[in-house]
Protein backbone atom coordinates (compact mmCIF):
# COMPACT_ATOMS: atom_id res chain seq x y z
CA UNK A 1 0.00 0.00 0.00
CA UNK A 2 2.73 2.74 1.23
CA UNK A 3 4.52 1.66 -2.17
CA UNK A 4 2.09 2.19 -4.22
CA UNK A 5 0.83 5.87 -2.20
CA UNK A 6 4.91 6.14 -3.03
CA UNK A 7 4.41 5.85 -6.70
CA UNK A 8 1.59 7.91 -7.23
CA UNK A 9 3.58 11.00 -5.38
CA UNK A 10 6.73 10.69 -7.60
CA UNK A 11 4.93 10.62 -10.39
CA UNK A 12 2.44 13.50 -9.85
CA UNK A 13 5.08 15.34 -7.67
CA UNK A 14 8.56 13.96 -8.26
CA UNK A 15 9.92 17.76 -9.65
CA UNK A 16 8.49 19.58 -6.71
CA UNK A 17 9.96 17.42 -3.74
CA UNK A 18 13.28 17.69 -5.25
CA UNK A 19 14.53 19.03 -2.20
CA UNK A 20 13.19 16.13 0.12
CA UNK A 21 14.18 13.33 -2.14
CA UNK A 22 17.81 14.79 -1.40
CA UNK A 23 17.85 13.30 2.01
CA UNK A 24 18.46 9.65 1.54
CA UNK A 25 18.88 7.20 4.51
CA UNK A 26 22.21 5.01 4.68
CA UNK A 27 22.05 1.69 2.75
CA UNK A 28 21.67 -1.14 4.73
CA UNK A 29 19.23 -3.78 5.43
CA UNK A 30 16.19 -2.94 6.09
CA UNK A 31 15.53 0.70 4.73
CA UNK A 32 13.21 -0.15 2.88
CA UNK A 33 11.09 -1.15 5.43
CA UNK A 34 11.60 2.13 7.26
CA UNK A 35 11.59 4.45 3.97
CA UNK A 36 8.16 3.34 3.36
CA UNK A 37 6.65 3.11 7.28
CA UNK A 38 8.42 6.49 8.51
CA UNK A 39 7.89 8.55 5.32
CA UNK A 40 4.26 8.15 5.21
CA UNK A 41 4.34 10.86 8.06
CA UNK A 42 7.30 12.52 7.95
CA UNK A 43 10.11 13.37 6.05
CA UNK A 44 13.53 11.06 6.52
CA UNK A 45 15.68 14.49 8.15
CA UNK A 46 14.30 13.10 11.48
CA UNK A 47 15.71 9.94 12.04
CA UNK A 48 19.04 12.15 10.55
CA UNK A 49 18.93 14.78 12.91
CA UNK A 50 18.54 12.48 15.32
CA UNK A 51 21.36 10.81 15.21
CA UNK A 52 23.72 8.80 16.38
CA UNK A 53 23.17 9.15 19.58
CA UNK A 54 20.03 6.76 20.61
CA UNK A 55 21.21 3.30 21.85
CA UNK A 56 18.76 0.15 20.57
CA UNK A 57 16.30 1.23 23.93
CA UNK A 58 15.77 4.71 22.81
CA UNK A 59 14.80 3.79 19.48
CA UNK A 60 12.53 0.97 20.24
CA UNK A 61 11.03 3.89 22.79
CA UNK A 62 10.76 6.46 19.69
CA UNK A 63 9.53 3.05 17.18
CA UNK A 64 7.34 2.40 19.88
CA UNK A 65 5.35 5.91 20.23
CA UNK A 66 4.73 6.34 16.53
CA UNK A 67 2.70 2.98 16.84
CA UNK A 68 1.11 3.70 20.24
CA UNK A 69 1.01 7.77 20.28
CA UNK A 70 0.52 8.57 16.95
CA UNK A 71 -1.19 5.29 15.26
CA UNK A 72 1.57 4.42 12.82
CA UNK A 73 0.15 0.83 11.50
CA UNK A 74 3.49 -0.80 11.64
CA UNK A 75 3.51 -4.60 12.71
CA UNK A 76 5.60 -5.98 15.44
CA UNK A 77 8.16 -8.02 12.63
CA UNK A 78 8.23 -4.74 10.84
CA UNK A 79 8.74 -2.68 13.85
CA UNK A 80 11.65 -5.07 14.66
CA UNK A 81 13.35 -4.51 11.31
CA UNK A 82 12.97 -0.44 11.57
CA UNK A 83 14.34 -0.51 15.25
CA UNK A 84 17.09 -3.03 14.16
CA UNK A 85 18.08 -0.65 10.66
CA UNK A 86 18.24 2.25 13.42
CA UNK A 87 20.39 0.84 15.59
CA UNK A 88 22.53 -0.61 13.29
CA UNK A 89 22.77 2.81 11.27
CA UNK A 90 21.78 5.83 13.42
CA UNK A 91 22.50 4.49 16.78
CA UNK A 92 24.63 5.30 19.39
CA UNK A 93 26.32 2.09 19.51
CA UNK A 94 25.41 0.92 22.54
CA UNK B 1 -5.70 6.14 6.51
CA UNK B 2 -3.77 8.82 4.70
CA UNK B 3 -4.76 11.83 3.79
CA UNK B 4 -4.56 13.10 -0.03
CA UNK B 5 -2.85 15.65 0.94
CA UNK B 6 0.01 13.67 2.70
CA UNK B 7 -0.22 11.28 -0.13
CA UNK B 8 1.01 13.74 -2.38
CA UNK B 9 3.17 15.50 0.07
CA UNK B 10 4.80 12.38 1.00
CA UNK B 11 6.02 9.33 -0.27
CA UNK B 12 8.36 10.74 -3.18
CA UNK B 13 11.59 9.52 -1.09
CA UNK B 14 10.52 6.35 -0.63
CA UNK B 15 12.07 5.83 -4.38
CA UNK B 16 14.77 8.07 -4.72
CA UNK B 17 17.00 5.20 -2.21
CA UNK B 18 20.46 7.65 -2.15
CA UNK B 19 23.84 6.93 -1.56
CA UNK B 20 25.61 6.93 1.49
CA UNK B 21 26.55 9.74 3.31
CA UNK B 22 29.07 8.93 5.94
CA UNK B 23 31.79 11.85 5.67
CA UNK B 24 31.35 13.75 8.79
CA UNK B 25 30.27 17.48 8.48
CA UNK B 26 30.92 19.98 11.37
CA UNK B 27 30.48 23.44 12.42
CA UNK B 28 33.42 24.66 10.22
CA UNK B 29 31.51 23.61 6.73
CA UNK B 30 27.93 25.22 7.87
CA UNK B 31 28.95 27.92 9.96
CA UNK B 32 24.92 28.82 10.29
CA UNK B 33 24.97 25.84 12.86
CA UNK B 34 26.30 26.50 16.62
CA UNK B 35 28.53 23.66 18.06
CA UNK B 36 27.26 21.43 20.47
CA UNK B 37 24.69 19.76 18.50
CA UNK B 38 24.37 16.12 17.68
CA UNK B 39 26.20 14.60 14.33
CA UNK B 40 23.37 14.02 12.45
CA UNK B 41 22.44 17.96 12.35
CA UNK B 42 25.32 18.89 10.30
CA UNK B 43 25.30 16.13 8.41
CA UNK B 44 21.59 16.84 7.18
CA UNK B 45 20.75 20.64 8.00
CA UNK B 46 20.64 22.75 4.99
CA UNK B 47 19.70 26.95 4.36
CA UNK B 48 16.28 26.27 2.30
CA UNK B 49 13.35 28.94 1.71
CA UNK B 50 9.94 28.30 1.99
CA UNK B 51 7.53 30.16 0.24
CA UNK B 52 7.63 33.40 1.94
CA UNK B 53 10.73 32.81 3.49
CA UNK B 54 14.10 33.74 3.68
CA UNK B 55 16.41 30.87 3.56
CA UNK B 56 16.08 29.49 6.89
CA UNK B 57 18.09 26.41 8.93
CA UNK B 58 15.96 23.20 7.31
CA UNK B 59 16.07 20.70 10.41
CA UNK B 60 12.62 18.70 8.63
CA UNK B 61 10.80 19.34 5.66
CA UNK B 62 7.74 17.31 6.68
CA UNK B 63 6.32 18.59 8.70
CA UNK B 64 8.56 21.86 8.22
CA UNK B 65 10.74 22.69 10.80
CA UNK B 66 12.98 25.81 10.28
CA UNK B 67 15.18 27.48 12.10
CA UNK B 68 16.15 31.55 12.39
CA UNK B 69 19.83 31.61 11.50
CA UNK B 70 21.75 33.50 14.18
CA UNK B 71 22.90 36.31 11.77
CA UNK B 72 18.99 37.37 10.93
CA UNK B 73 18.62 38.58 14.99
CA UNK B 74 19.88 42.33 14.32
CA UNK B 75 17.38 43.83 16.18
CA UNK B 76 14.84 43.36 18.98
CA UNK B 77 12.01 42.35 16.00
CA UNK B 78 12.70 39.25 13.49
CA UNK B 79 11.66 39.77 10.66
CA UNK B 80 8.62 37.70 9.42
CA UNK B 81 10.05 36.33 6.15
CA UNK B 82 12.91 34.95 9.26
CA UNK B 83 10.55 33.96 11.62
CA UNK B 84 11.18 30.24 12.48
CA UNK B 85 8.80 27.53 11.72
CA UNK B 86 7.55 24.75 13.69
CA UNK B 87 4.64 22.28 12.95
CA UNK B 88 4.22 18.63 14.52
CA UNK B 89 1.89 17.02 11.88
CA UNK B 90 2.37 16.93 8.14
CA UNK B 91 -1.09 17.66 7.20
CA UNK B 92 -0.78 21.45 6.39
CA UNK B 93 -3.67 23.54 4.60
CA UNK B 94 -2.42 25.48 1.51
CA UNK B 95 -4.18 28.26 -0.26
CA UNK B 96 -6.21 29.71 2.58
CA UNK B 97 -9.17 32.10 1.47
CA UNK B 98 -9.00 34.68 4.67
CA UNK B 99 -12.33 36.23 3.31
CA UNK B 100 -13.91 32.91 3.97
CA UNK B 101 -12.29 31.68 7.43
CA UNK B 102 -14.35 31.11 10.15
CA UNK B 103 -13.46 30.92 14.01
CA UNK B 104 -15.91 28.54 16.09
CA UNK B 105 -16.05 30.23 19.19
CA UNK B 106 -18.50 28.11 21.77
CA UNK B 107 -18.37 24.40 23.64
CA UNK B 108 -19.67 23.01 26.53
CA UNK B 109 -18.35 25.40 28.68
CA UNK B 110 -20.24 28.73 26.62
CA UNK B 111 -24.18 28.83 26.23
CA UNK B 112 -24.08 30.63 23.06
CA UNK B 113 -21.75 29.13 20.18
CA UNK B 114 -20.49 32.01 17.30
CA UNK B 115 -18.69 31.58 13.85
CA UNK B 116 -16.64 35.07 13.17
CA UNK B 117 -15.02 36.03 10.57
CA UNK B 118 -12.09 37.76 9.86
CA UNK B 119 -13.80 40.74 9.13
CA UNK B 120 -15.71 40.22 12.26
CA UNK B 121 -13.12 40.39 14.48
CA UNK B 122 -11.16 43.33 12.68
CA UNK B 123 -14.63 45.46 12.85
CA UNK B 124 -16.53 44.56 16.16
CA UNK B 125 -13.52 44.28 18.68
CA UNK B 126 -10.58 46.32 20.06
CA UNK B 127 -7.77 46.17 18.29
CA UNK B 128 -4.46 45.63 20.30
CA UNK B 129 -0.75 45.31 19.88
CA UNK B 130 1.59 43.54 21.92
CA UNK B 131 5.14 42.71 20.91
CA UNK B 132 6.23 39.47 22.73
CA UNK B 133 8.96 36.76 22.31
CA UNK B 134 7.49 33.09 20.90
CA UNK B 135 10.20 30.68 21.74
CA UNK B 136 9.77 26.96 20.99
CA UNK B 137 9.42 24.64 24.37
CA UNK B 138 12.41 23.02 22.81
CA UNK B 139 14.51 25.67 21.95
CA UNK B 140 18.22 24.36 21.89
CA UNK B 141 16.97 20.77 22.43
CA UNK B 142 19.75 20.06 20.44
CA UNK B 143 22.48 21.17 23.18
CA UNK B 144 21.05 18.89 26.03
CA UNK B 145 23.41 16.93 27.32
CA UNK B 146 22.88 13.81 27.02
CA UNK B 147 21.08 14.77 23.54
CA UNK B 148 17.28 13.70 23.75
CA UNK B 149 15.27 13.16 20.84
CA UNK B 150 12.72 15.32 18.80
CA UNK B 151 13.69 18.30 16.68
CA UNK B 152 16.82 19.27 17.53
CA UNK B 153 16.77 22.92 17.48
CA UNK B 154 19.76 25.14 17.88
CA UNK B 155 19.26 28.54 18.97
CA UNK B 156 17.20 30.26 16.19
CA UNK B 157 13.69 28.84 17.03
CA UNK B 158 12.46 32.20 18.92
CA UNK B 159 11.75 35.22 17.79
CA UNK B 160 9.86 38.40 18.62
CA UNK B 161 7.27 40.36 17.02
CA UNK B 162 4.43 43.08 17.08
CA UNK B 163 1.44 40.72 17.16
CA UNK B 164 -1.86 42.31 16.49
CA UNK B 165 -5.38 41.18 16.91
CA UNK B 166 -8.38 41.07 19.21
CA UNK B 167 -7.83 40.14 23.17
CA UNK B 168 -9.19 36.54 23.67
CA UNK B 169 -11.05 37.56 26.33
CA UNK B 170 -13.26 39.88 24.42
CA UNK B 171 -14.20 37.27 22.51
CA UNK B 172 -15.08 34.92 24.67
CA UNK B 173 -17.29 37.91 26.42
CA UNK B 174 -19.74 37.17 23.64
CA UNK B 175 -20.65 33.25 24.16
CA UNK B 176 -21.41 33.25 27.82
CA UNK B 177 -19.26 30.95 29.55
CA UNK B 178 -20.33 29.09 32.49
CA UNK B 179 -19.26 30.08 35.77
CA UNK B 180 -17.63 26.20 35.82
CA UNK B 181 -15.07 26.65 32.74
CA UNK B 182 -11.63 25.32 33.95
CA UNK B 183 -9.79 25.93 30.80
CA UNK B 184 -10.27 26.84 27.08
CA UNK B 185 -9.14 24.65 24.36
CA UNK B 186 -8.21 25.55 20.96
CA UNK B 187 -7.73 24.36 17.93
CA UNK B 188 -5.98 25.19 14.12
CA UNK B 189 -6.48 23.76 10.77
CA UNK B 190 -3.39 21.89 10.81
CA UNK B 191 -3.80 17.95 11.29
CA UNK B 192 -2.50 14.73 11.34
CA UNK B 193 -1.61 12.34 8.17
CA UNK B 194 -3.19 9.52 9.70
CA UNK B 195 -6.62 9.08 11.18
CA UNK B 196 -4.87 7.73 14.43
CA UNK B 197 -2.78 10.35 14.90
CA UNK B 198 -4.11 12.92 17.65
CA UNK B 199 -4.60 16.22 16.32
CA UNK B 200 -2.14 18.78 17.68
CA UNK B 201 -5.03 20.57 19.82
CA UNK B 202 -3.77 22.99 23.20
CA UNK B 203 -5.77 24.14 26.31
CA UNK B 204 -4.48 27.00 28.38
CA UNK B 205 -6.34 28.03 31.84
CA UNK B 206 -9.13 30.11 32.29
CA UNK B 207 -7.22 32.86 33.67
CA UNK B 208 -5.00 32.72 31.23
CA UNK B 209 -7.26 33.24 28.46
CA UNK B 210 -8.93 36.40 30.52
CA UNK B 211 -5.67 37.37 30.74
CA UNK B 212 -5.63 41.24 28.75
CA UNK B 213 -2.61 39.65 26.86
CA UNK B 214 -4.01 36.79 25.55
CA UNK B 215 -5.33 37.65 21.82
CA UNK B 216 -6.07 36.43 19.01
CA UNK B 217 -3.71 38.07 16.06
CA UNK B 218 -4.40 38.48 12.71
CA UNK B 219 -1.37 40.41 11.91
CA UNK B 220 2.66 40.28 12.67
CA UNK B 221 5.23 42.95 12.61
CA UNK B 222 2.53 45.25 10.37
CA UNK B 223 1.56 42.47 8.16
CA UNK B 224 -0.66 39.67 7.52
CA UNK B 225 0.85 36.76 9.51
CA UNK B 226 2.84 34.30 7.19
CA UNK B 227 1.63 31.25 6.05
CA UNK B 228 4.18 29.72 7.82
CA UNK B 229 3.30 31.21 11.26
CA UNK B 230 -0.26 30.95 11.23
CA UNK B 231 -2.17 32.56 8.67
CA UNK B 232 -4.92 33.88 9.14
CA UNK B 233 -5.38 33.89 12.43
CA UNK B 234 -2.92 32.60 15.50
CA UNK B 235 -3.46 32.74 19.46
CA UNK B 236 -0.90 34.46 21.35
CA UNK B 237 0.22 33.80 24.37
CA UNK B 238 2.71 36.20 25.62
CA UNK B 239 4.93 34.68 28.27
CA UNK B 240 4.46 31.48 27.66
CA UNK B 241 5.94 28.65 25.39
CA UNK B 242 5.06 28.70 21.45
CA UNK B 243 3.19 25.37 22.11
CA UNK B 244 -0.25 27.58 22.99
CA UNK B 245 0.07 29.85 20.10
CA UNK B 246 -2.26 27.88 18.14
CA UNK B 247 -1.54 28.68 14.39
CA UNK B 248 -4.25 28.85 11.71
CA UNK B 249 -6.82 29.14 14.78
CA UNK B 250 -10.06 28.23 14.02
CA UNK B 251 -11.79 26.58 17.18
CA UNK B 252 -12.11 27.52 20.58
CA UNK B 253 -14.06 25.99 22.87
CA UNK B 254 -14.81 25.99 26.50
CA UNK B 255 -14.40 23.61 28.32
CA UNK B 256 -15.57 22.79 32.23
CA UNK B 257 -13.25 19.53 32.82
CA UNK B 258 -9.54 19.34 32.43
CA UNK B 259 -8.74 18.72 28.38
CA UNK B 260 -7.50 15.47 28.09
CA UNK B 261 -5.52 15.00 24.77
CA UNK B 262 -2.36 13.35 23.77
CA UNK B 263 -0.99 17.40 23.22
CA UNK B 264 -1.63 18.07 27.00
CA UNK B 265 -1.74 15.04 29.12
CA UNK B 266 1.63 13.51 27.42
CA UNK B 267 3.35 16.11 25.40
CA UNK B 268 4.79 19.31 26.82
CA UNK B 269 5.43 18.06 30.05
CA UNK B 270 8.66 19.34 32.64
CA UNK B 271 9.19 17.68 36.00
CA UNK B 272 7.02 19.38 38.41
CA UNK B 273 9.13 21.47 40.80
CA UNK B 274 12.16 21.88 38.56
CA UNK B 275 12.41 24.62 37.15
CA UNK B 276 11.64 28.46 38.24
CA UNK B 277 8.16 29.06 37.35
CA UNK B 278 5.68 31.73 38.76
CA UNK B 279 2.29 30.34 36.53
CA UNK B 280 1.44 27.10 36.26
CA UNK B 281 -1.43 24.68 34.69
CA UNK B 282 -3.24 23.95 37.95
CA UNK B 283 -5.55 21.87 36.23
CA UNK B 284 -2.84 20.37 34.14
CA UNK B 285 -0.64 19.25 37.27
CA UNK B 286 0.37 16.27 38.85
CA UNK B 287 2.69 15.33 41.41
CA UNK B 288 5.56 14.48 38.75
CA UNK B 289 4.82 16.36 35.60
CA UNK B 290 3.36 19.69 34.78
CA UNK B 291 2.76 21.62 31.42
CA UNK B 292 5.48 23.70 30.38
CA UNK B 293 4.24 27.19 30.54
CA UNK B 294 6.40 29.89 31.45
CA UNK B 295 9.54 30.65 28.93
CA UNK B 296 12.22 30.80 31.40
CA UNK B 297 14.75 33.52 31.73
CA UNK B 298 17.02 33.65 28.41
CA UNK B 299 19.75 35.53 26.52
CA UNK B 300 21.72 35.15 22.93
CA UNK B 301 25.49 36.24 21.72
CA UNK B 302 24.14 37.38 18.08
CA UNK B 303 27.28 39.03 17.37
CA UNK B 304 29.92 38.46 16.85
CA UNK B 305 29.72 34.74 15.83
CA UNK B 306 31.73 31.74 17.18
CA UNK B 307 34.86 31.57 16.18
CA UNK B 308 35.51 35.29 15.13
CA UNK B 309 38.65 36.46 14.94
CA UNK B 310 39.41 40.23 16.61
CA UNK B 311 42.80 42.12 17.61
CA UNK B 312 44.23 43.02 20.55
CA UNK B 313 43.93 46.36 22.11
CA UNK B 314 40.61 47.29 20.15
CA UNK B 315 36.79 46.93 20.76
CA UNK B 316 35.32 44.09 19.76
CA UNK B 317 31.59 44.70 20.18
CA UNK B 318 29.34 41.95 21.92
CA UNK B 319 25.46 42.30 20.97
CA UNK B 320 22.84 40.18 22.29
CA UNK B 321 19.08 39.46 23.00
CA UNK B 322 17.51 38.84 25.97
CA UNK B 323 14.22 38.09 27.55
CA UNK B 324 11.93 35.83 29.52
CA UNK B 325 8.37 35.74 30.68
CA UNK B 326 7.31 38.67 30.77
CA UNK B 327 8.67 40.28 34.16
CA UNK B 328 10.90 42.14 32.26
CA UNK B 329 14.88 41.81 31.91
CA UNK B 330 16.75 43.72 34.88
CA UNK B 331 20.37 43.07 33.86
CA UNK B 332 22.88 41.28 31.51
CA UNK B 333 25.90 39.99 32.26
CA UNK B 334 29.30 39.21 30.16
CA UNK B 335 31.77 36.67 30.81
CA UNK B 336 34.95 36.99 28.83
CA UNK B 337 36.63 34.44 30.50
CA UNK B 338 34.48 31.56 30.31
CA UNK B 339 32.14 32.34 33.68
CA UNK B 340 34.65 32.96 36.12
CA UNK B 341 34.08 36.86 35.86
CA UNK B 342 31.20 39.08 34.54
CA UNK B 343 30.53 42.05 34.01
CA UNK B 344 27.58 44.42 33.61
CA UNK B 345 26.68 45.06 29.37
CA UNK B 346 24.33 48.20 28.58
CA UNK B 347 20.52 47.43 27.77
CA UNK B 348 19.02 48.87 25.23
CA UNK B 349 15.52 50.59 24.28
CA UNK B 350 12.61 48.99 26.21
CA UNK B 351 10.31 47.45 23.47
CA UNK B 352 7.78 45.85 26.32
CA UNK B 353 8.22 43.61 29.31
CA UNK B 354 7.62 40.26 27.13
CA UNK B 355 9.70 41.26 23.68
CA UNK B 356 13.25 40.83 22.97
CA UNK B 357 15.60 43.18 24.83
CA UNK B 358 18.78 44.23 23.00
CA UNK B 359 22.18 44.88 24.80
CA UNK B 360 25.74 45.33 24.11
CA UNK B 361 29.20 45.71 25.67
CA UNK B 362 32.53 46.66 24.50
CA UNK B 363 35.11 43.92 24.82
CA UNK B 364 38.38 45.66 24.37
CA UNK B 365 40.93 42.41 24.51
CA UNK B 366 44.27 43.12 26.05
CA UNK B 367 46.00 40.97 24.82
CA UNK B 368 46.52 37.54 21.77
CA UNK B 369 44.77 34.67 22.92
CA UNK B 370 41.45 32.83 22.81
CA UNK B 371 38.42 33.36 24.54
CA UNK B 372 35.65 31.98 26.04
CA UNK B 373 32.73 34.90 26.17
CA UNK B 374 29.06 34.23 27.77
CA UNK B 375 25.66 36.52 28.32
CA UNK B 376 23.37 35.96 31.68
CA UNK B 377 20.64 37.62 31.87
CA UNK B 378 18.31 38.17 35.35
CA UNK B 379 14.98 39.48 34.93
CA UNK B 380 12.87 41.52 37.82
CA UNK B 381 12.06 38.32 40.00
CA UNK B 382 16.16 38.06 40.38
CA UNK B 383 15.66 35.13 38.28
CA UNK B 384 19.15 34.49 36.10
CA UNK B 385 20.58 31.65 34.10
CA UNK B 386 21.75 28.64 35.68
CA UNK B 387 25.18 27.32 34.86
CA UNK B 388 24.09 23.57 34.66
CA UNK B 389 21.34 21.90 32.66
CA UNK B 390 17.83 20.92 34.42
CA UNK B 391 17.69 17.64 32.66
CA UNK B 392 14.75 16.58 31.29
CA UNK B 393 13.53 14.13 29.14
CA UNK B 394 12.14 16.62 26.51
CA UNK B 395 14.79 18.68 26.14
CA UNK B 396 12.95 21.74 27.35
CA UNK B 397 13.45 25.39 28.98
CA UNK B 398 17.51 24.75 28.12
CA UNK B 399 18.96 28.29 28.90
CA UNK B 400 22.12 27.41 30.06
CA UNK B 401 24.56 30.67 29.21
CA UNK B 402 26.31 29.07 25.62
CA UNK B 403 29.98 30.39 25.72
CA UNK B 404 31.50 31.19 22.38
CA UNK B 405 34.69 31.09 21.22
CA UNK B 406 36.48 34.55 20.16
CA UNK B 407 40.48 34.59 19.11
CA UNK B 408 42.39 37.49 19.23
CA UNK B 409 45.54 38.17 17.62
Avoid at chain 2, 81 to 94: C, K, M, T
Avoid at chain 2, 227 to 239: A, K, Q, S
Avoid at chain 2, 274 to 295: L, V
Wanted: glycine fraction near 10%; hydrophobic fraction near 40%.
Amino acid sequence: MWRIFAAAAFLVFGAGAQAEEDVALKAGAGRDVVENYCNACHSLDYPRINAPFLDRQSWETEVKKMITAYGAPITPADAKIIVDYLTANYGSGR
Amino acid sequence: MISRRAMLAGGALALAGGGPLTRAVGAAEKPFLPPGLPQGVYDTATLEALPGKKPLIKLSYRPPNYETPLSHFTSEFTPNESFFVRYHLAGIPDDIDAQRWMLKVGGEGAGKQLELSLPDLQSNFEAVEIAAVCQCSGNRRGFSDPHVAGVEWGLGAVGNAVWKGVRLKDVLSRVKLRSDVVEIVVNGADGPVLDGTPDFVKSIPLGKALNDNTLIAYAMNGAPLPHYNGFPLRLIVPGWTATYWMKHLDTIEAVTKPFAGYWMKSAYRIPTGKFAITEHFASQMTATNEPITEIVVSSMITAPHDGHTTRAKETAEIRGLAWDGGYGIRRVDISTDGGKTWRGAELERDVGRFAFRSFRFGFVPRRAGTYQVMAKATNALDQTQGDNLIFNPAGYNNNVPRPLTITVV
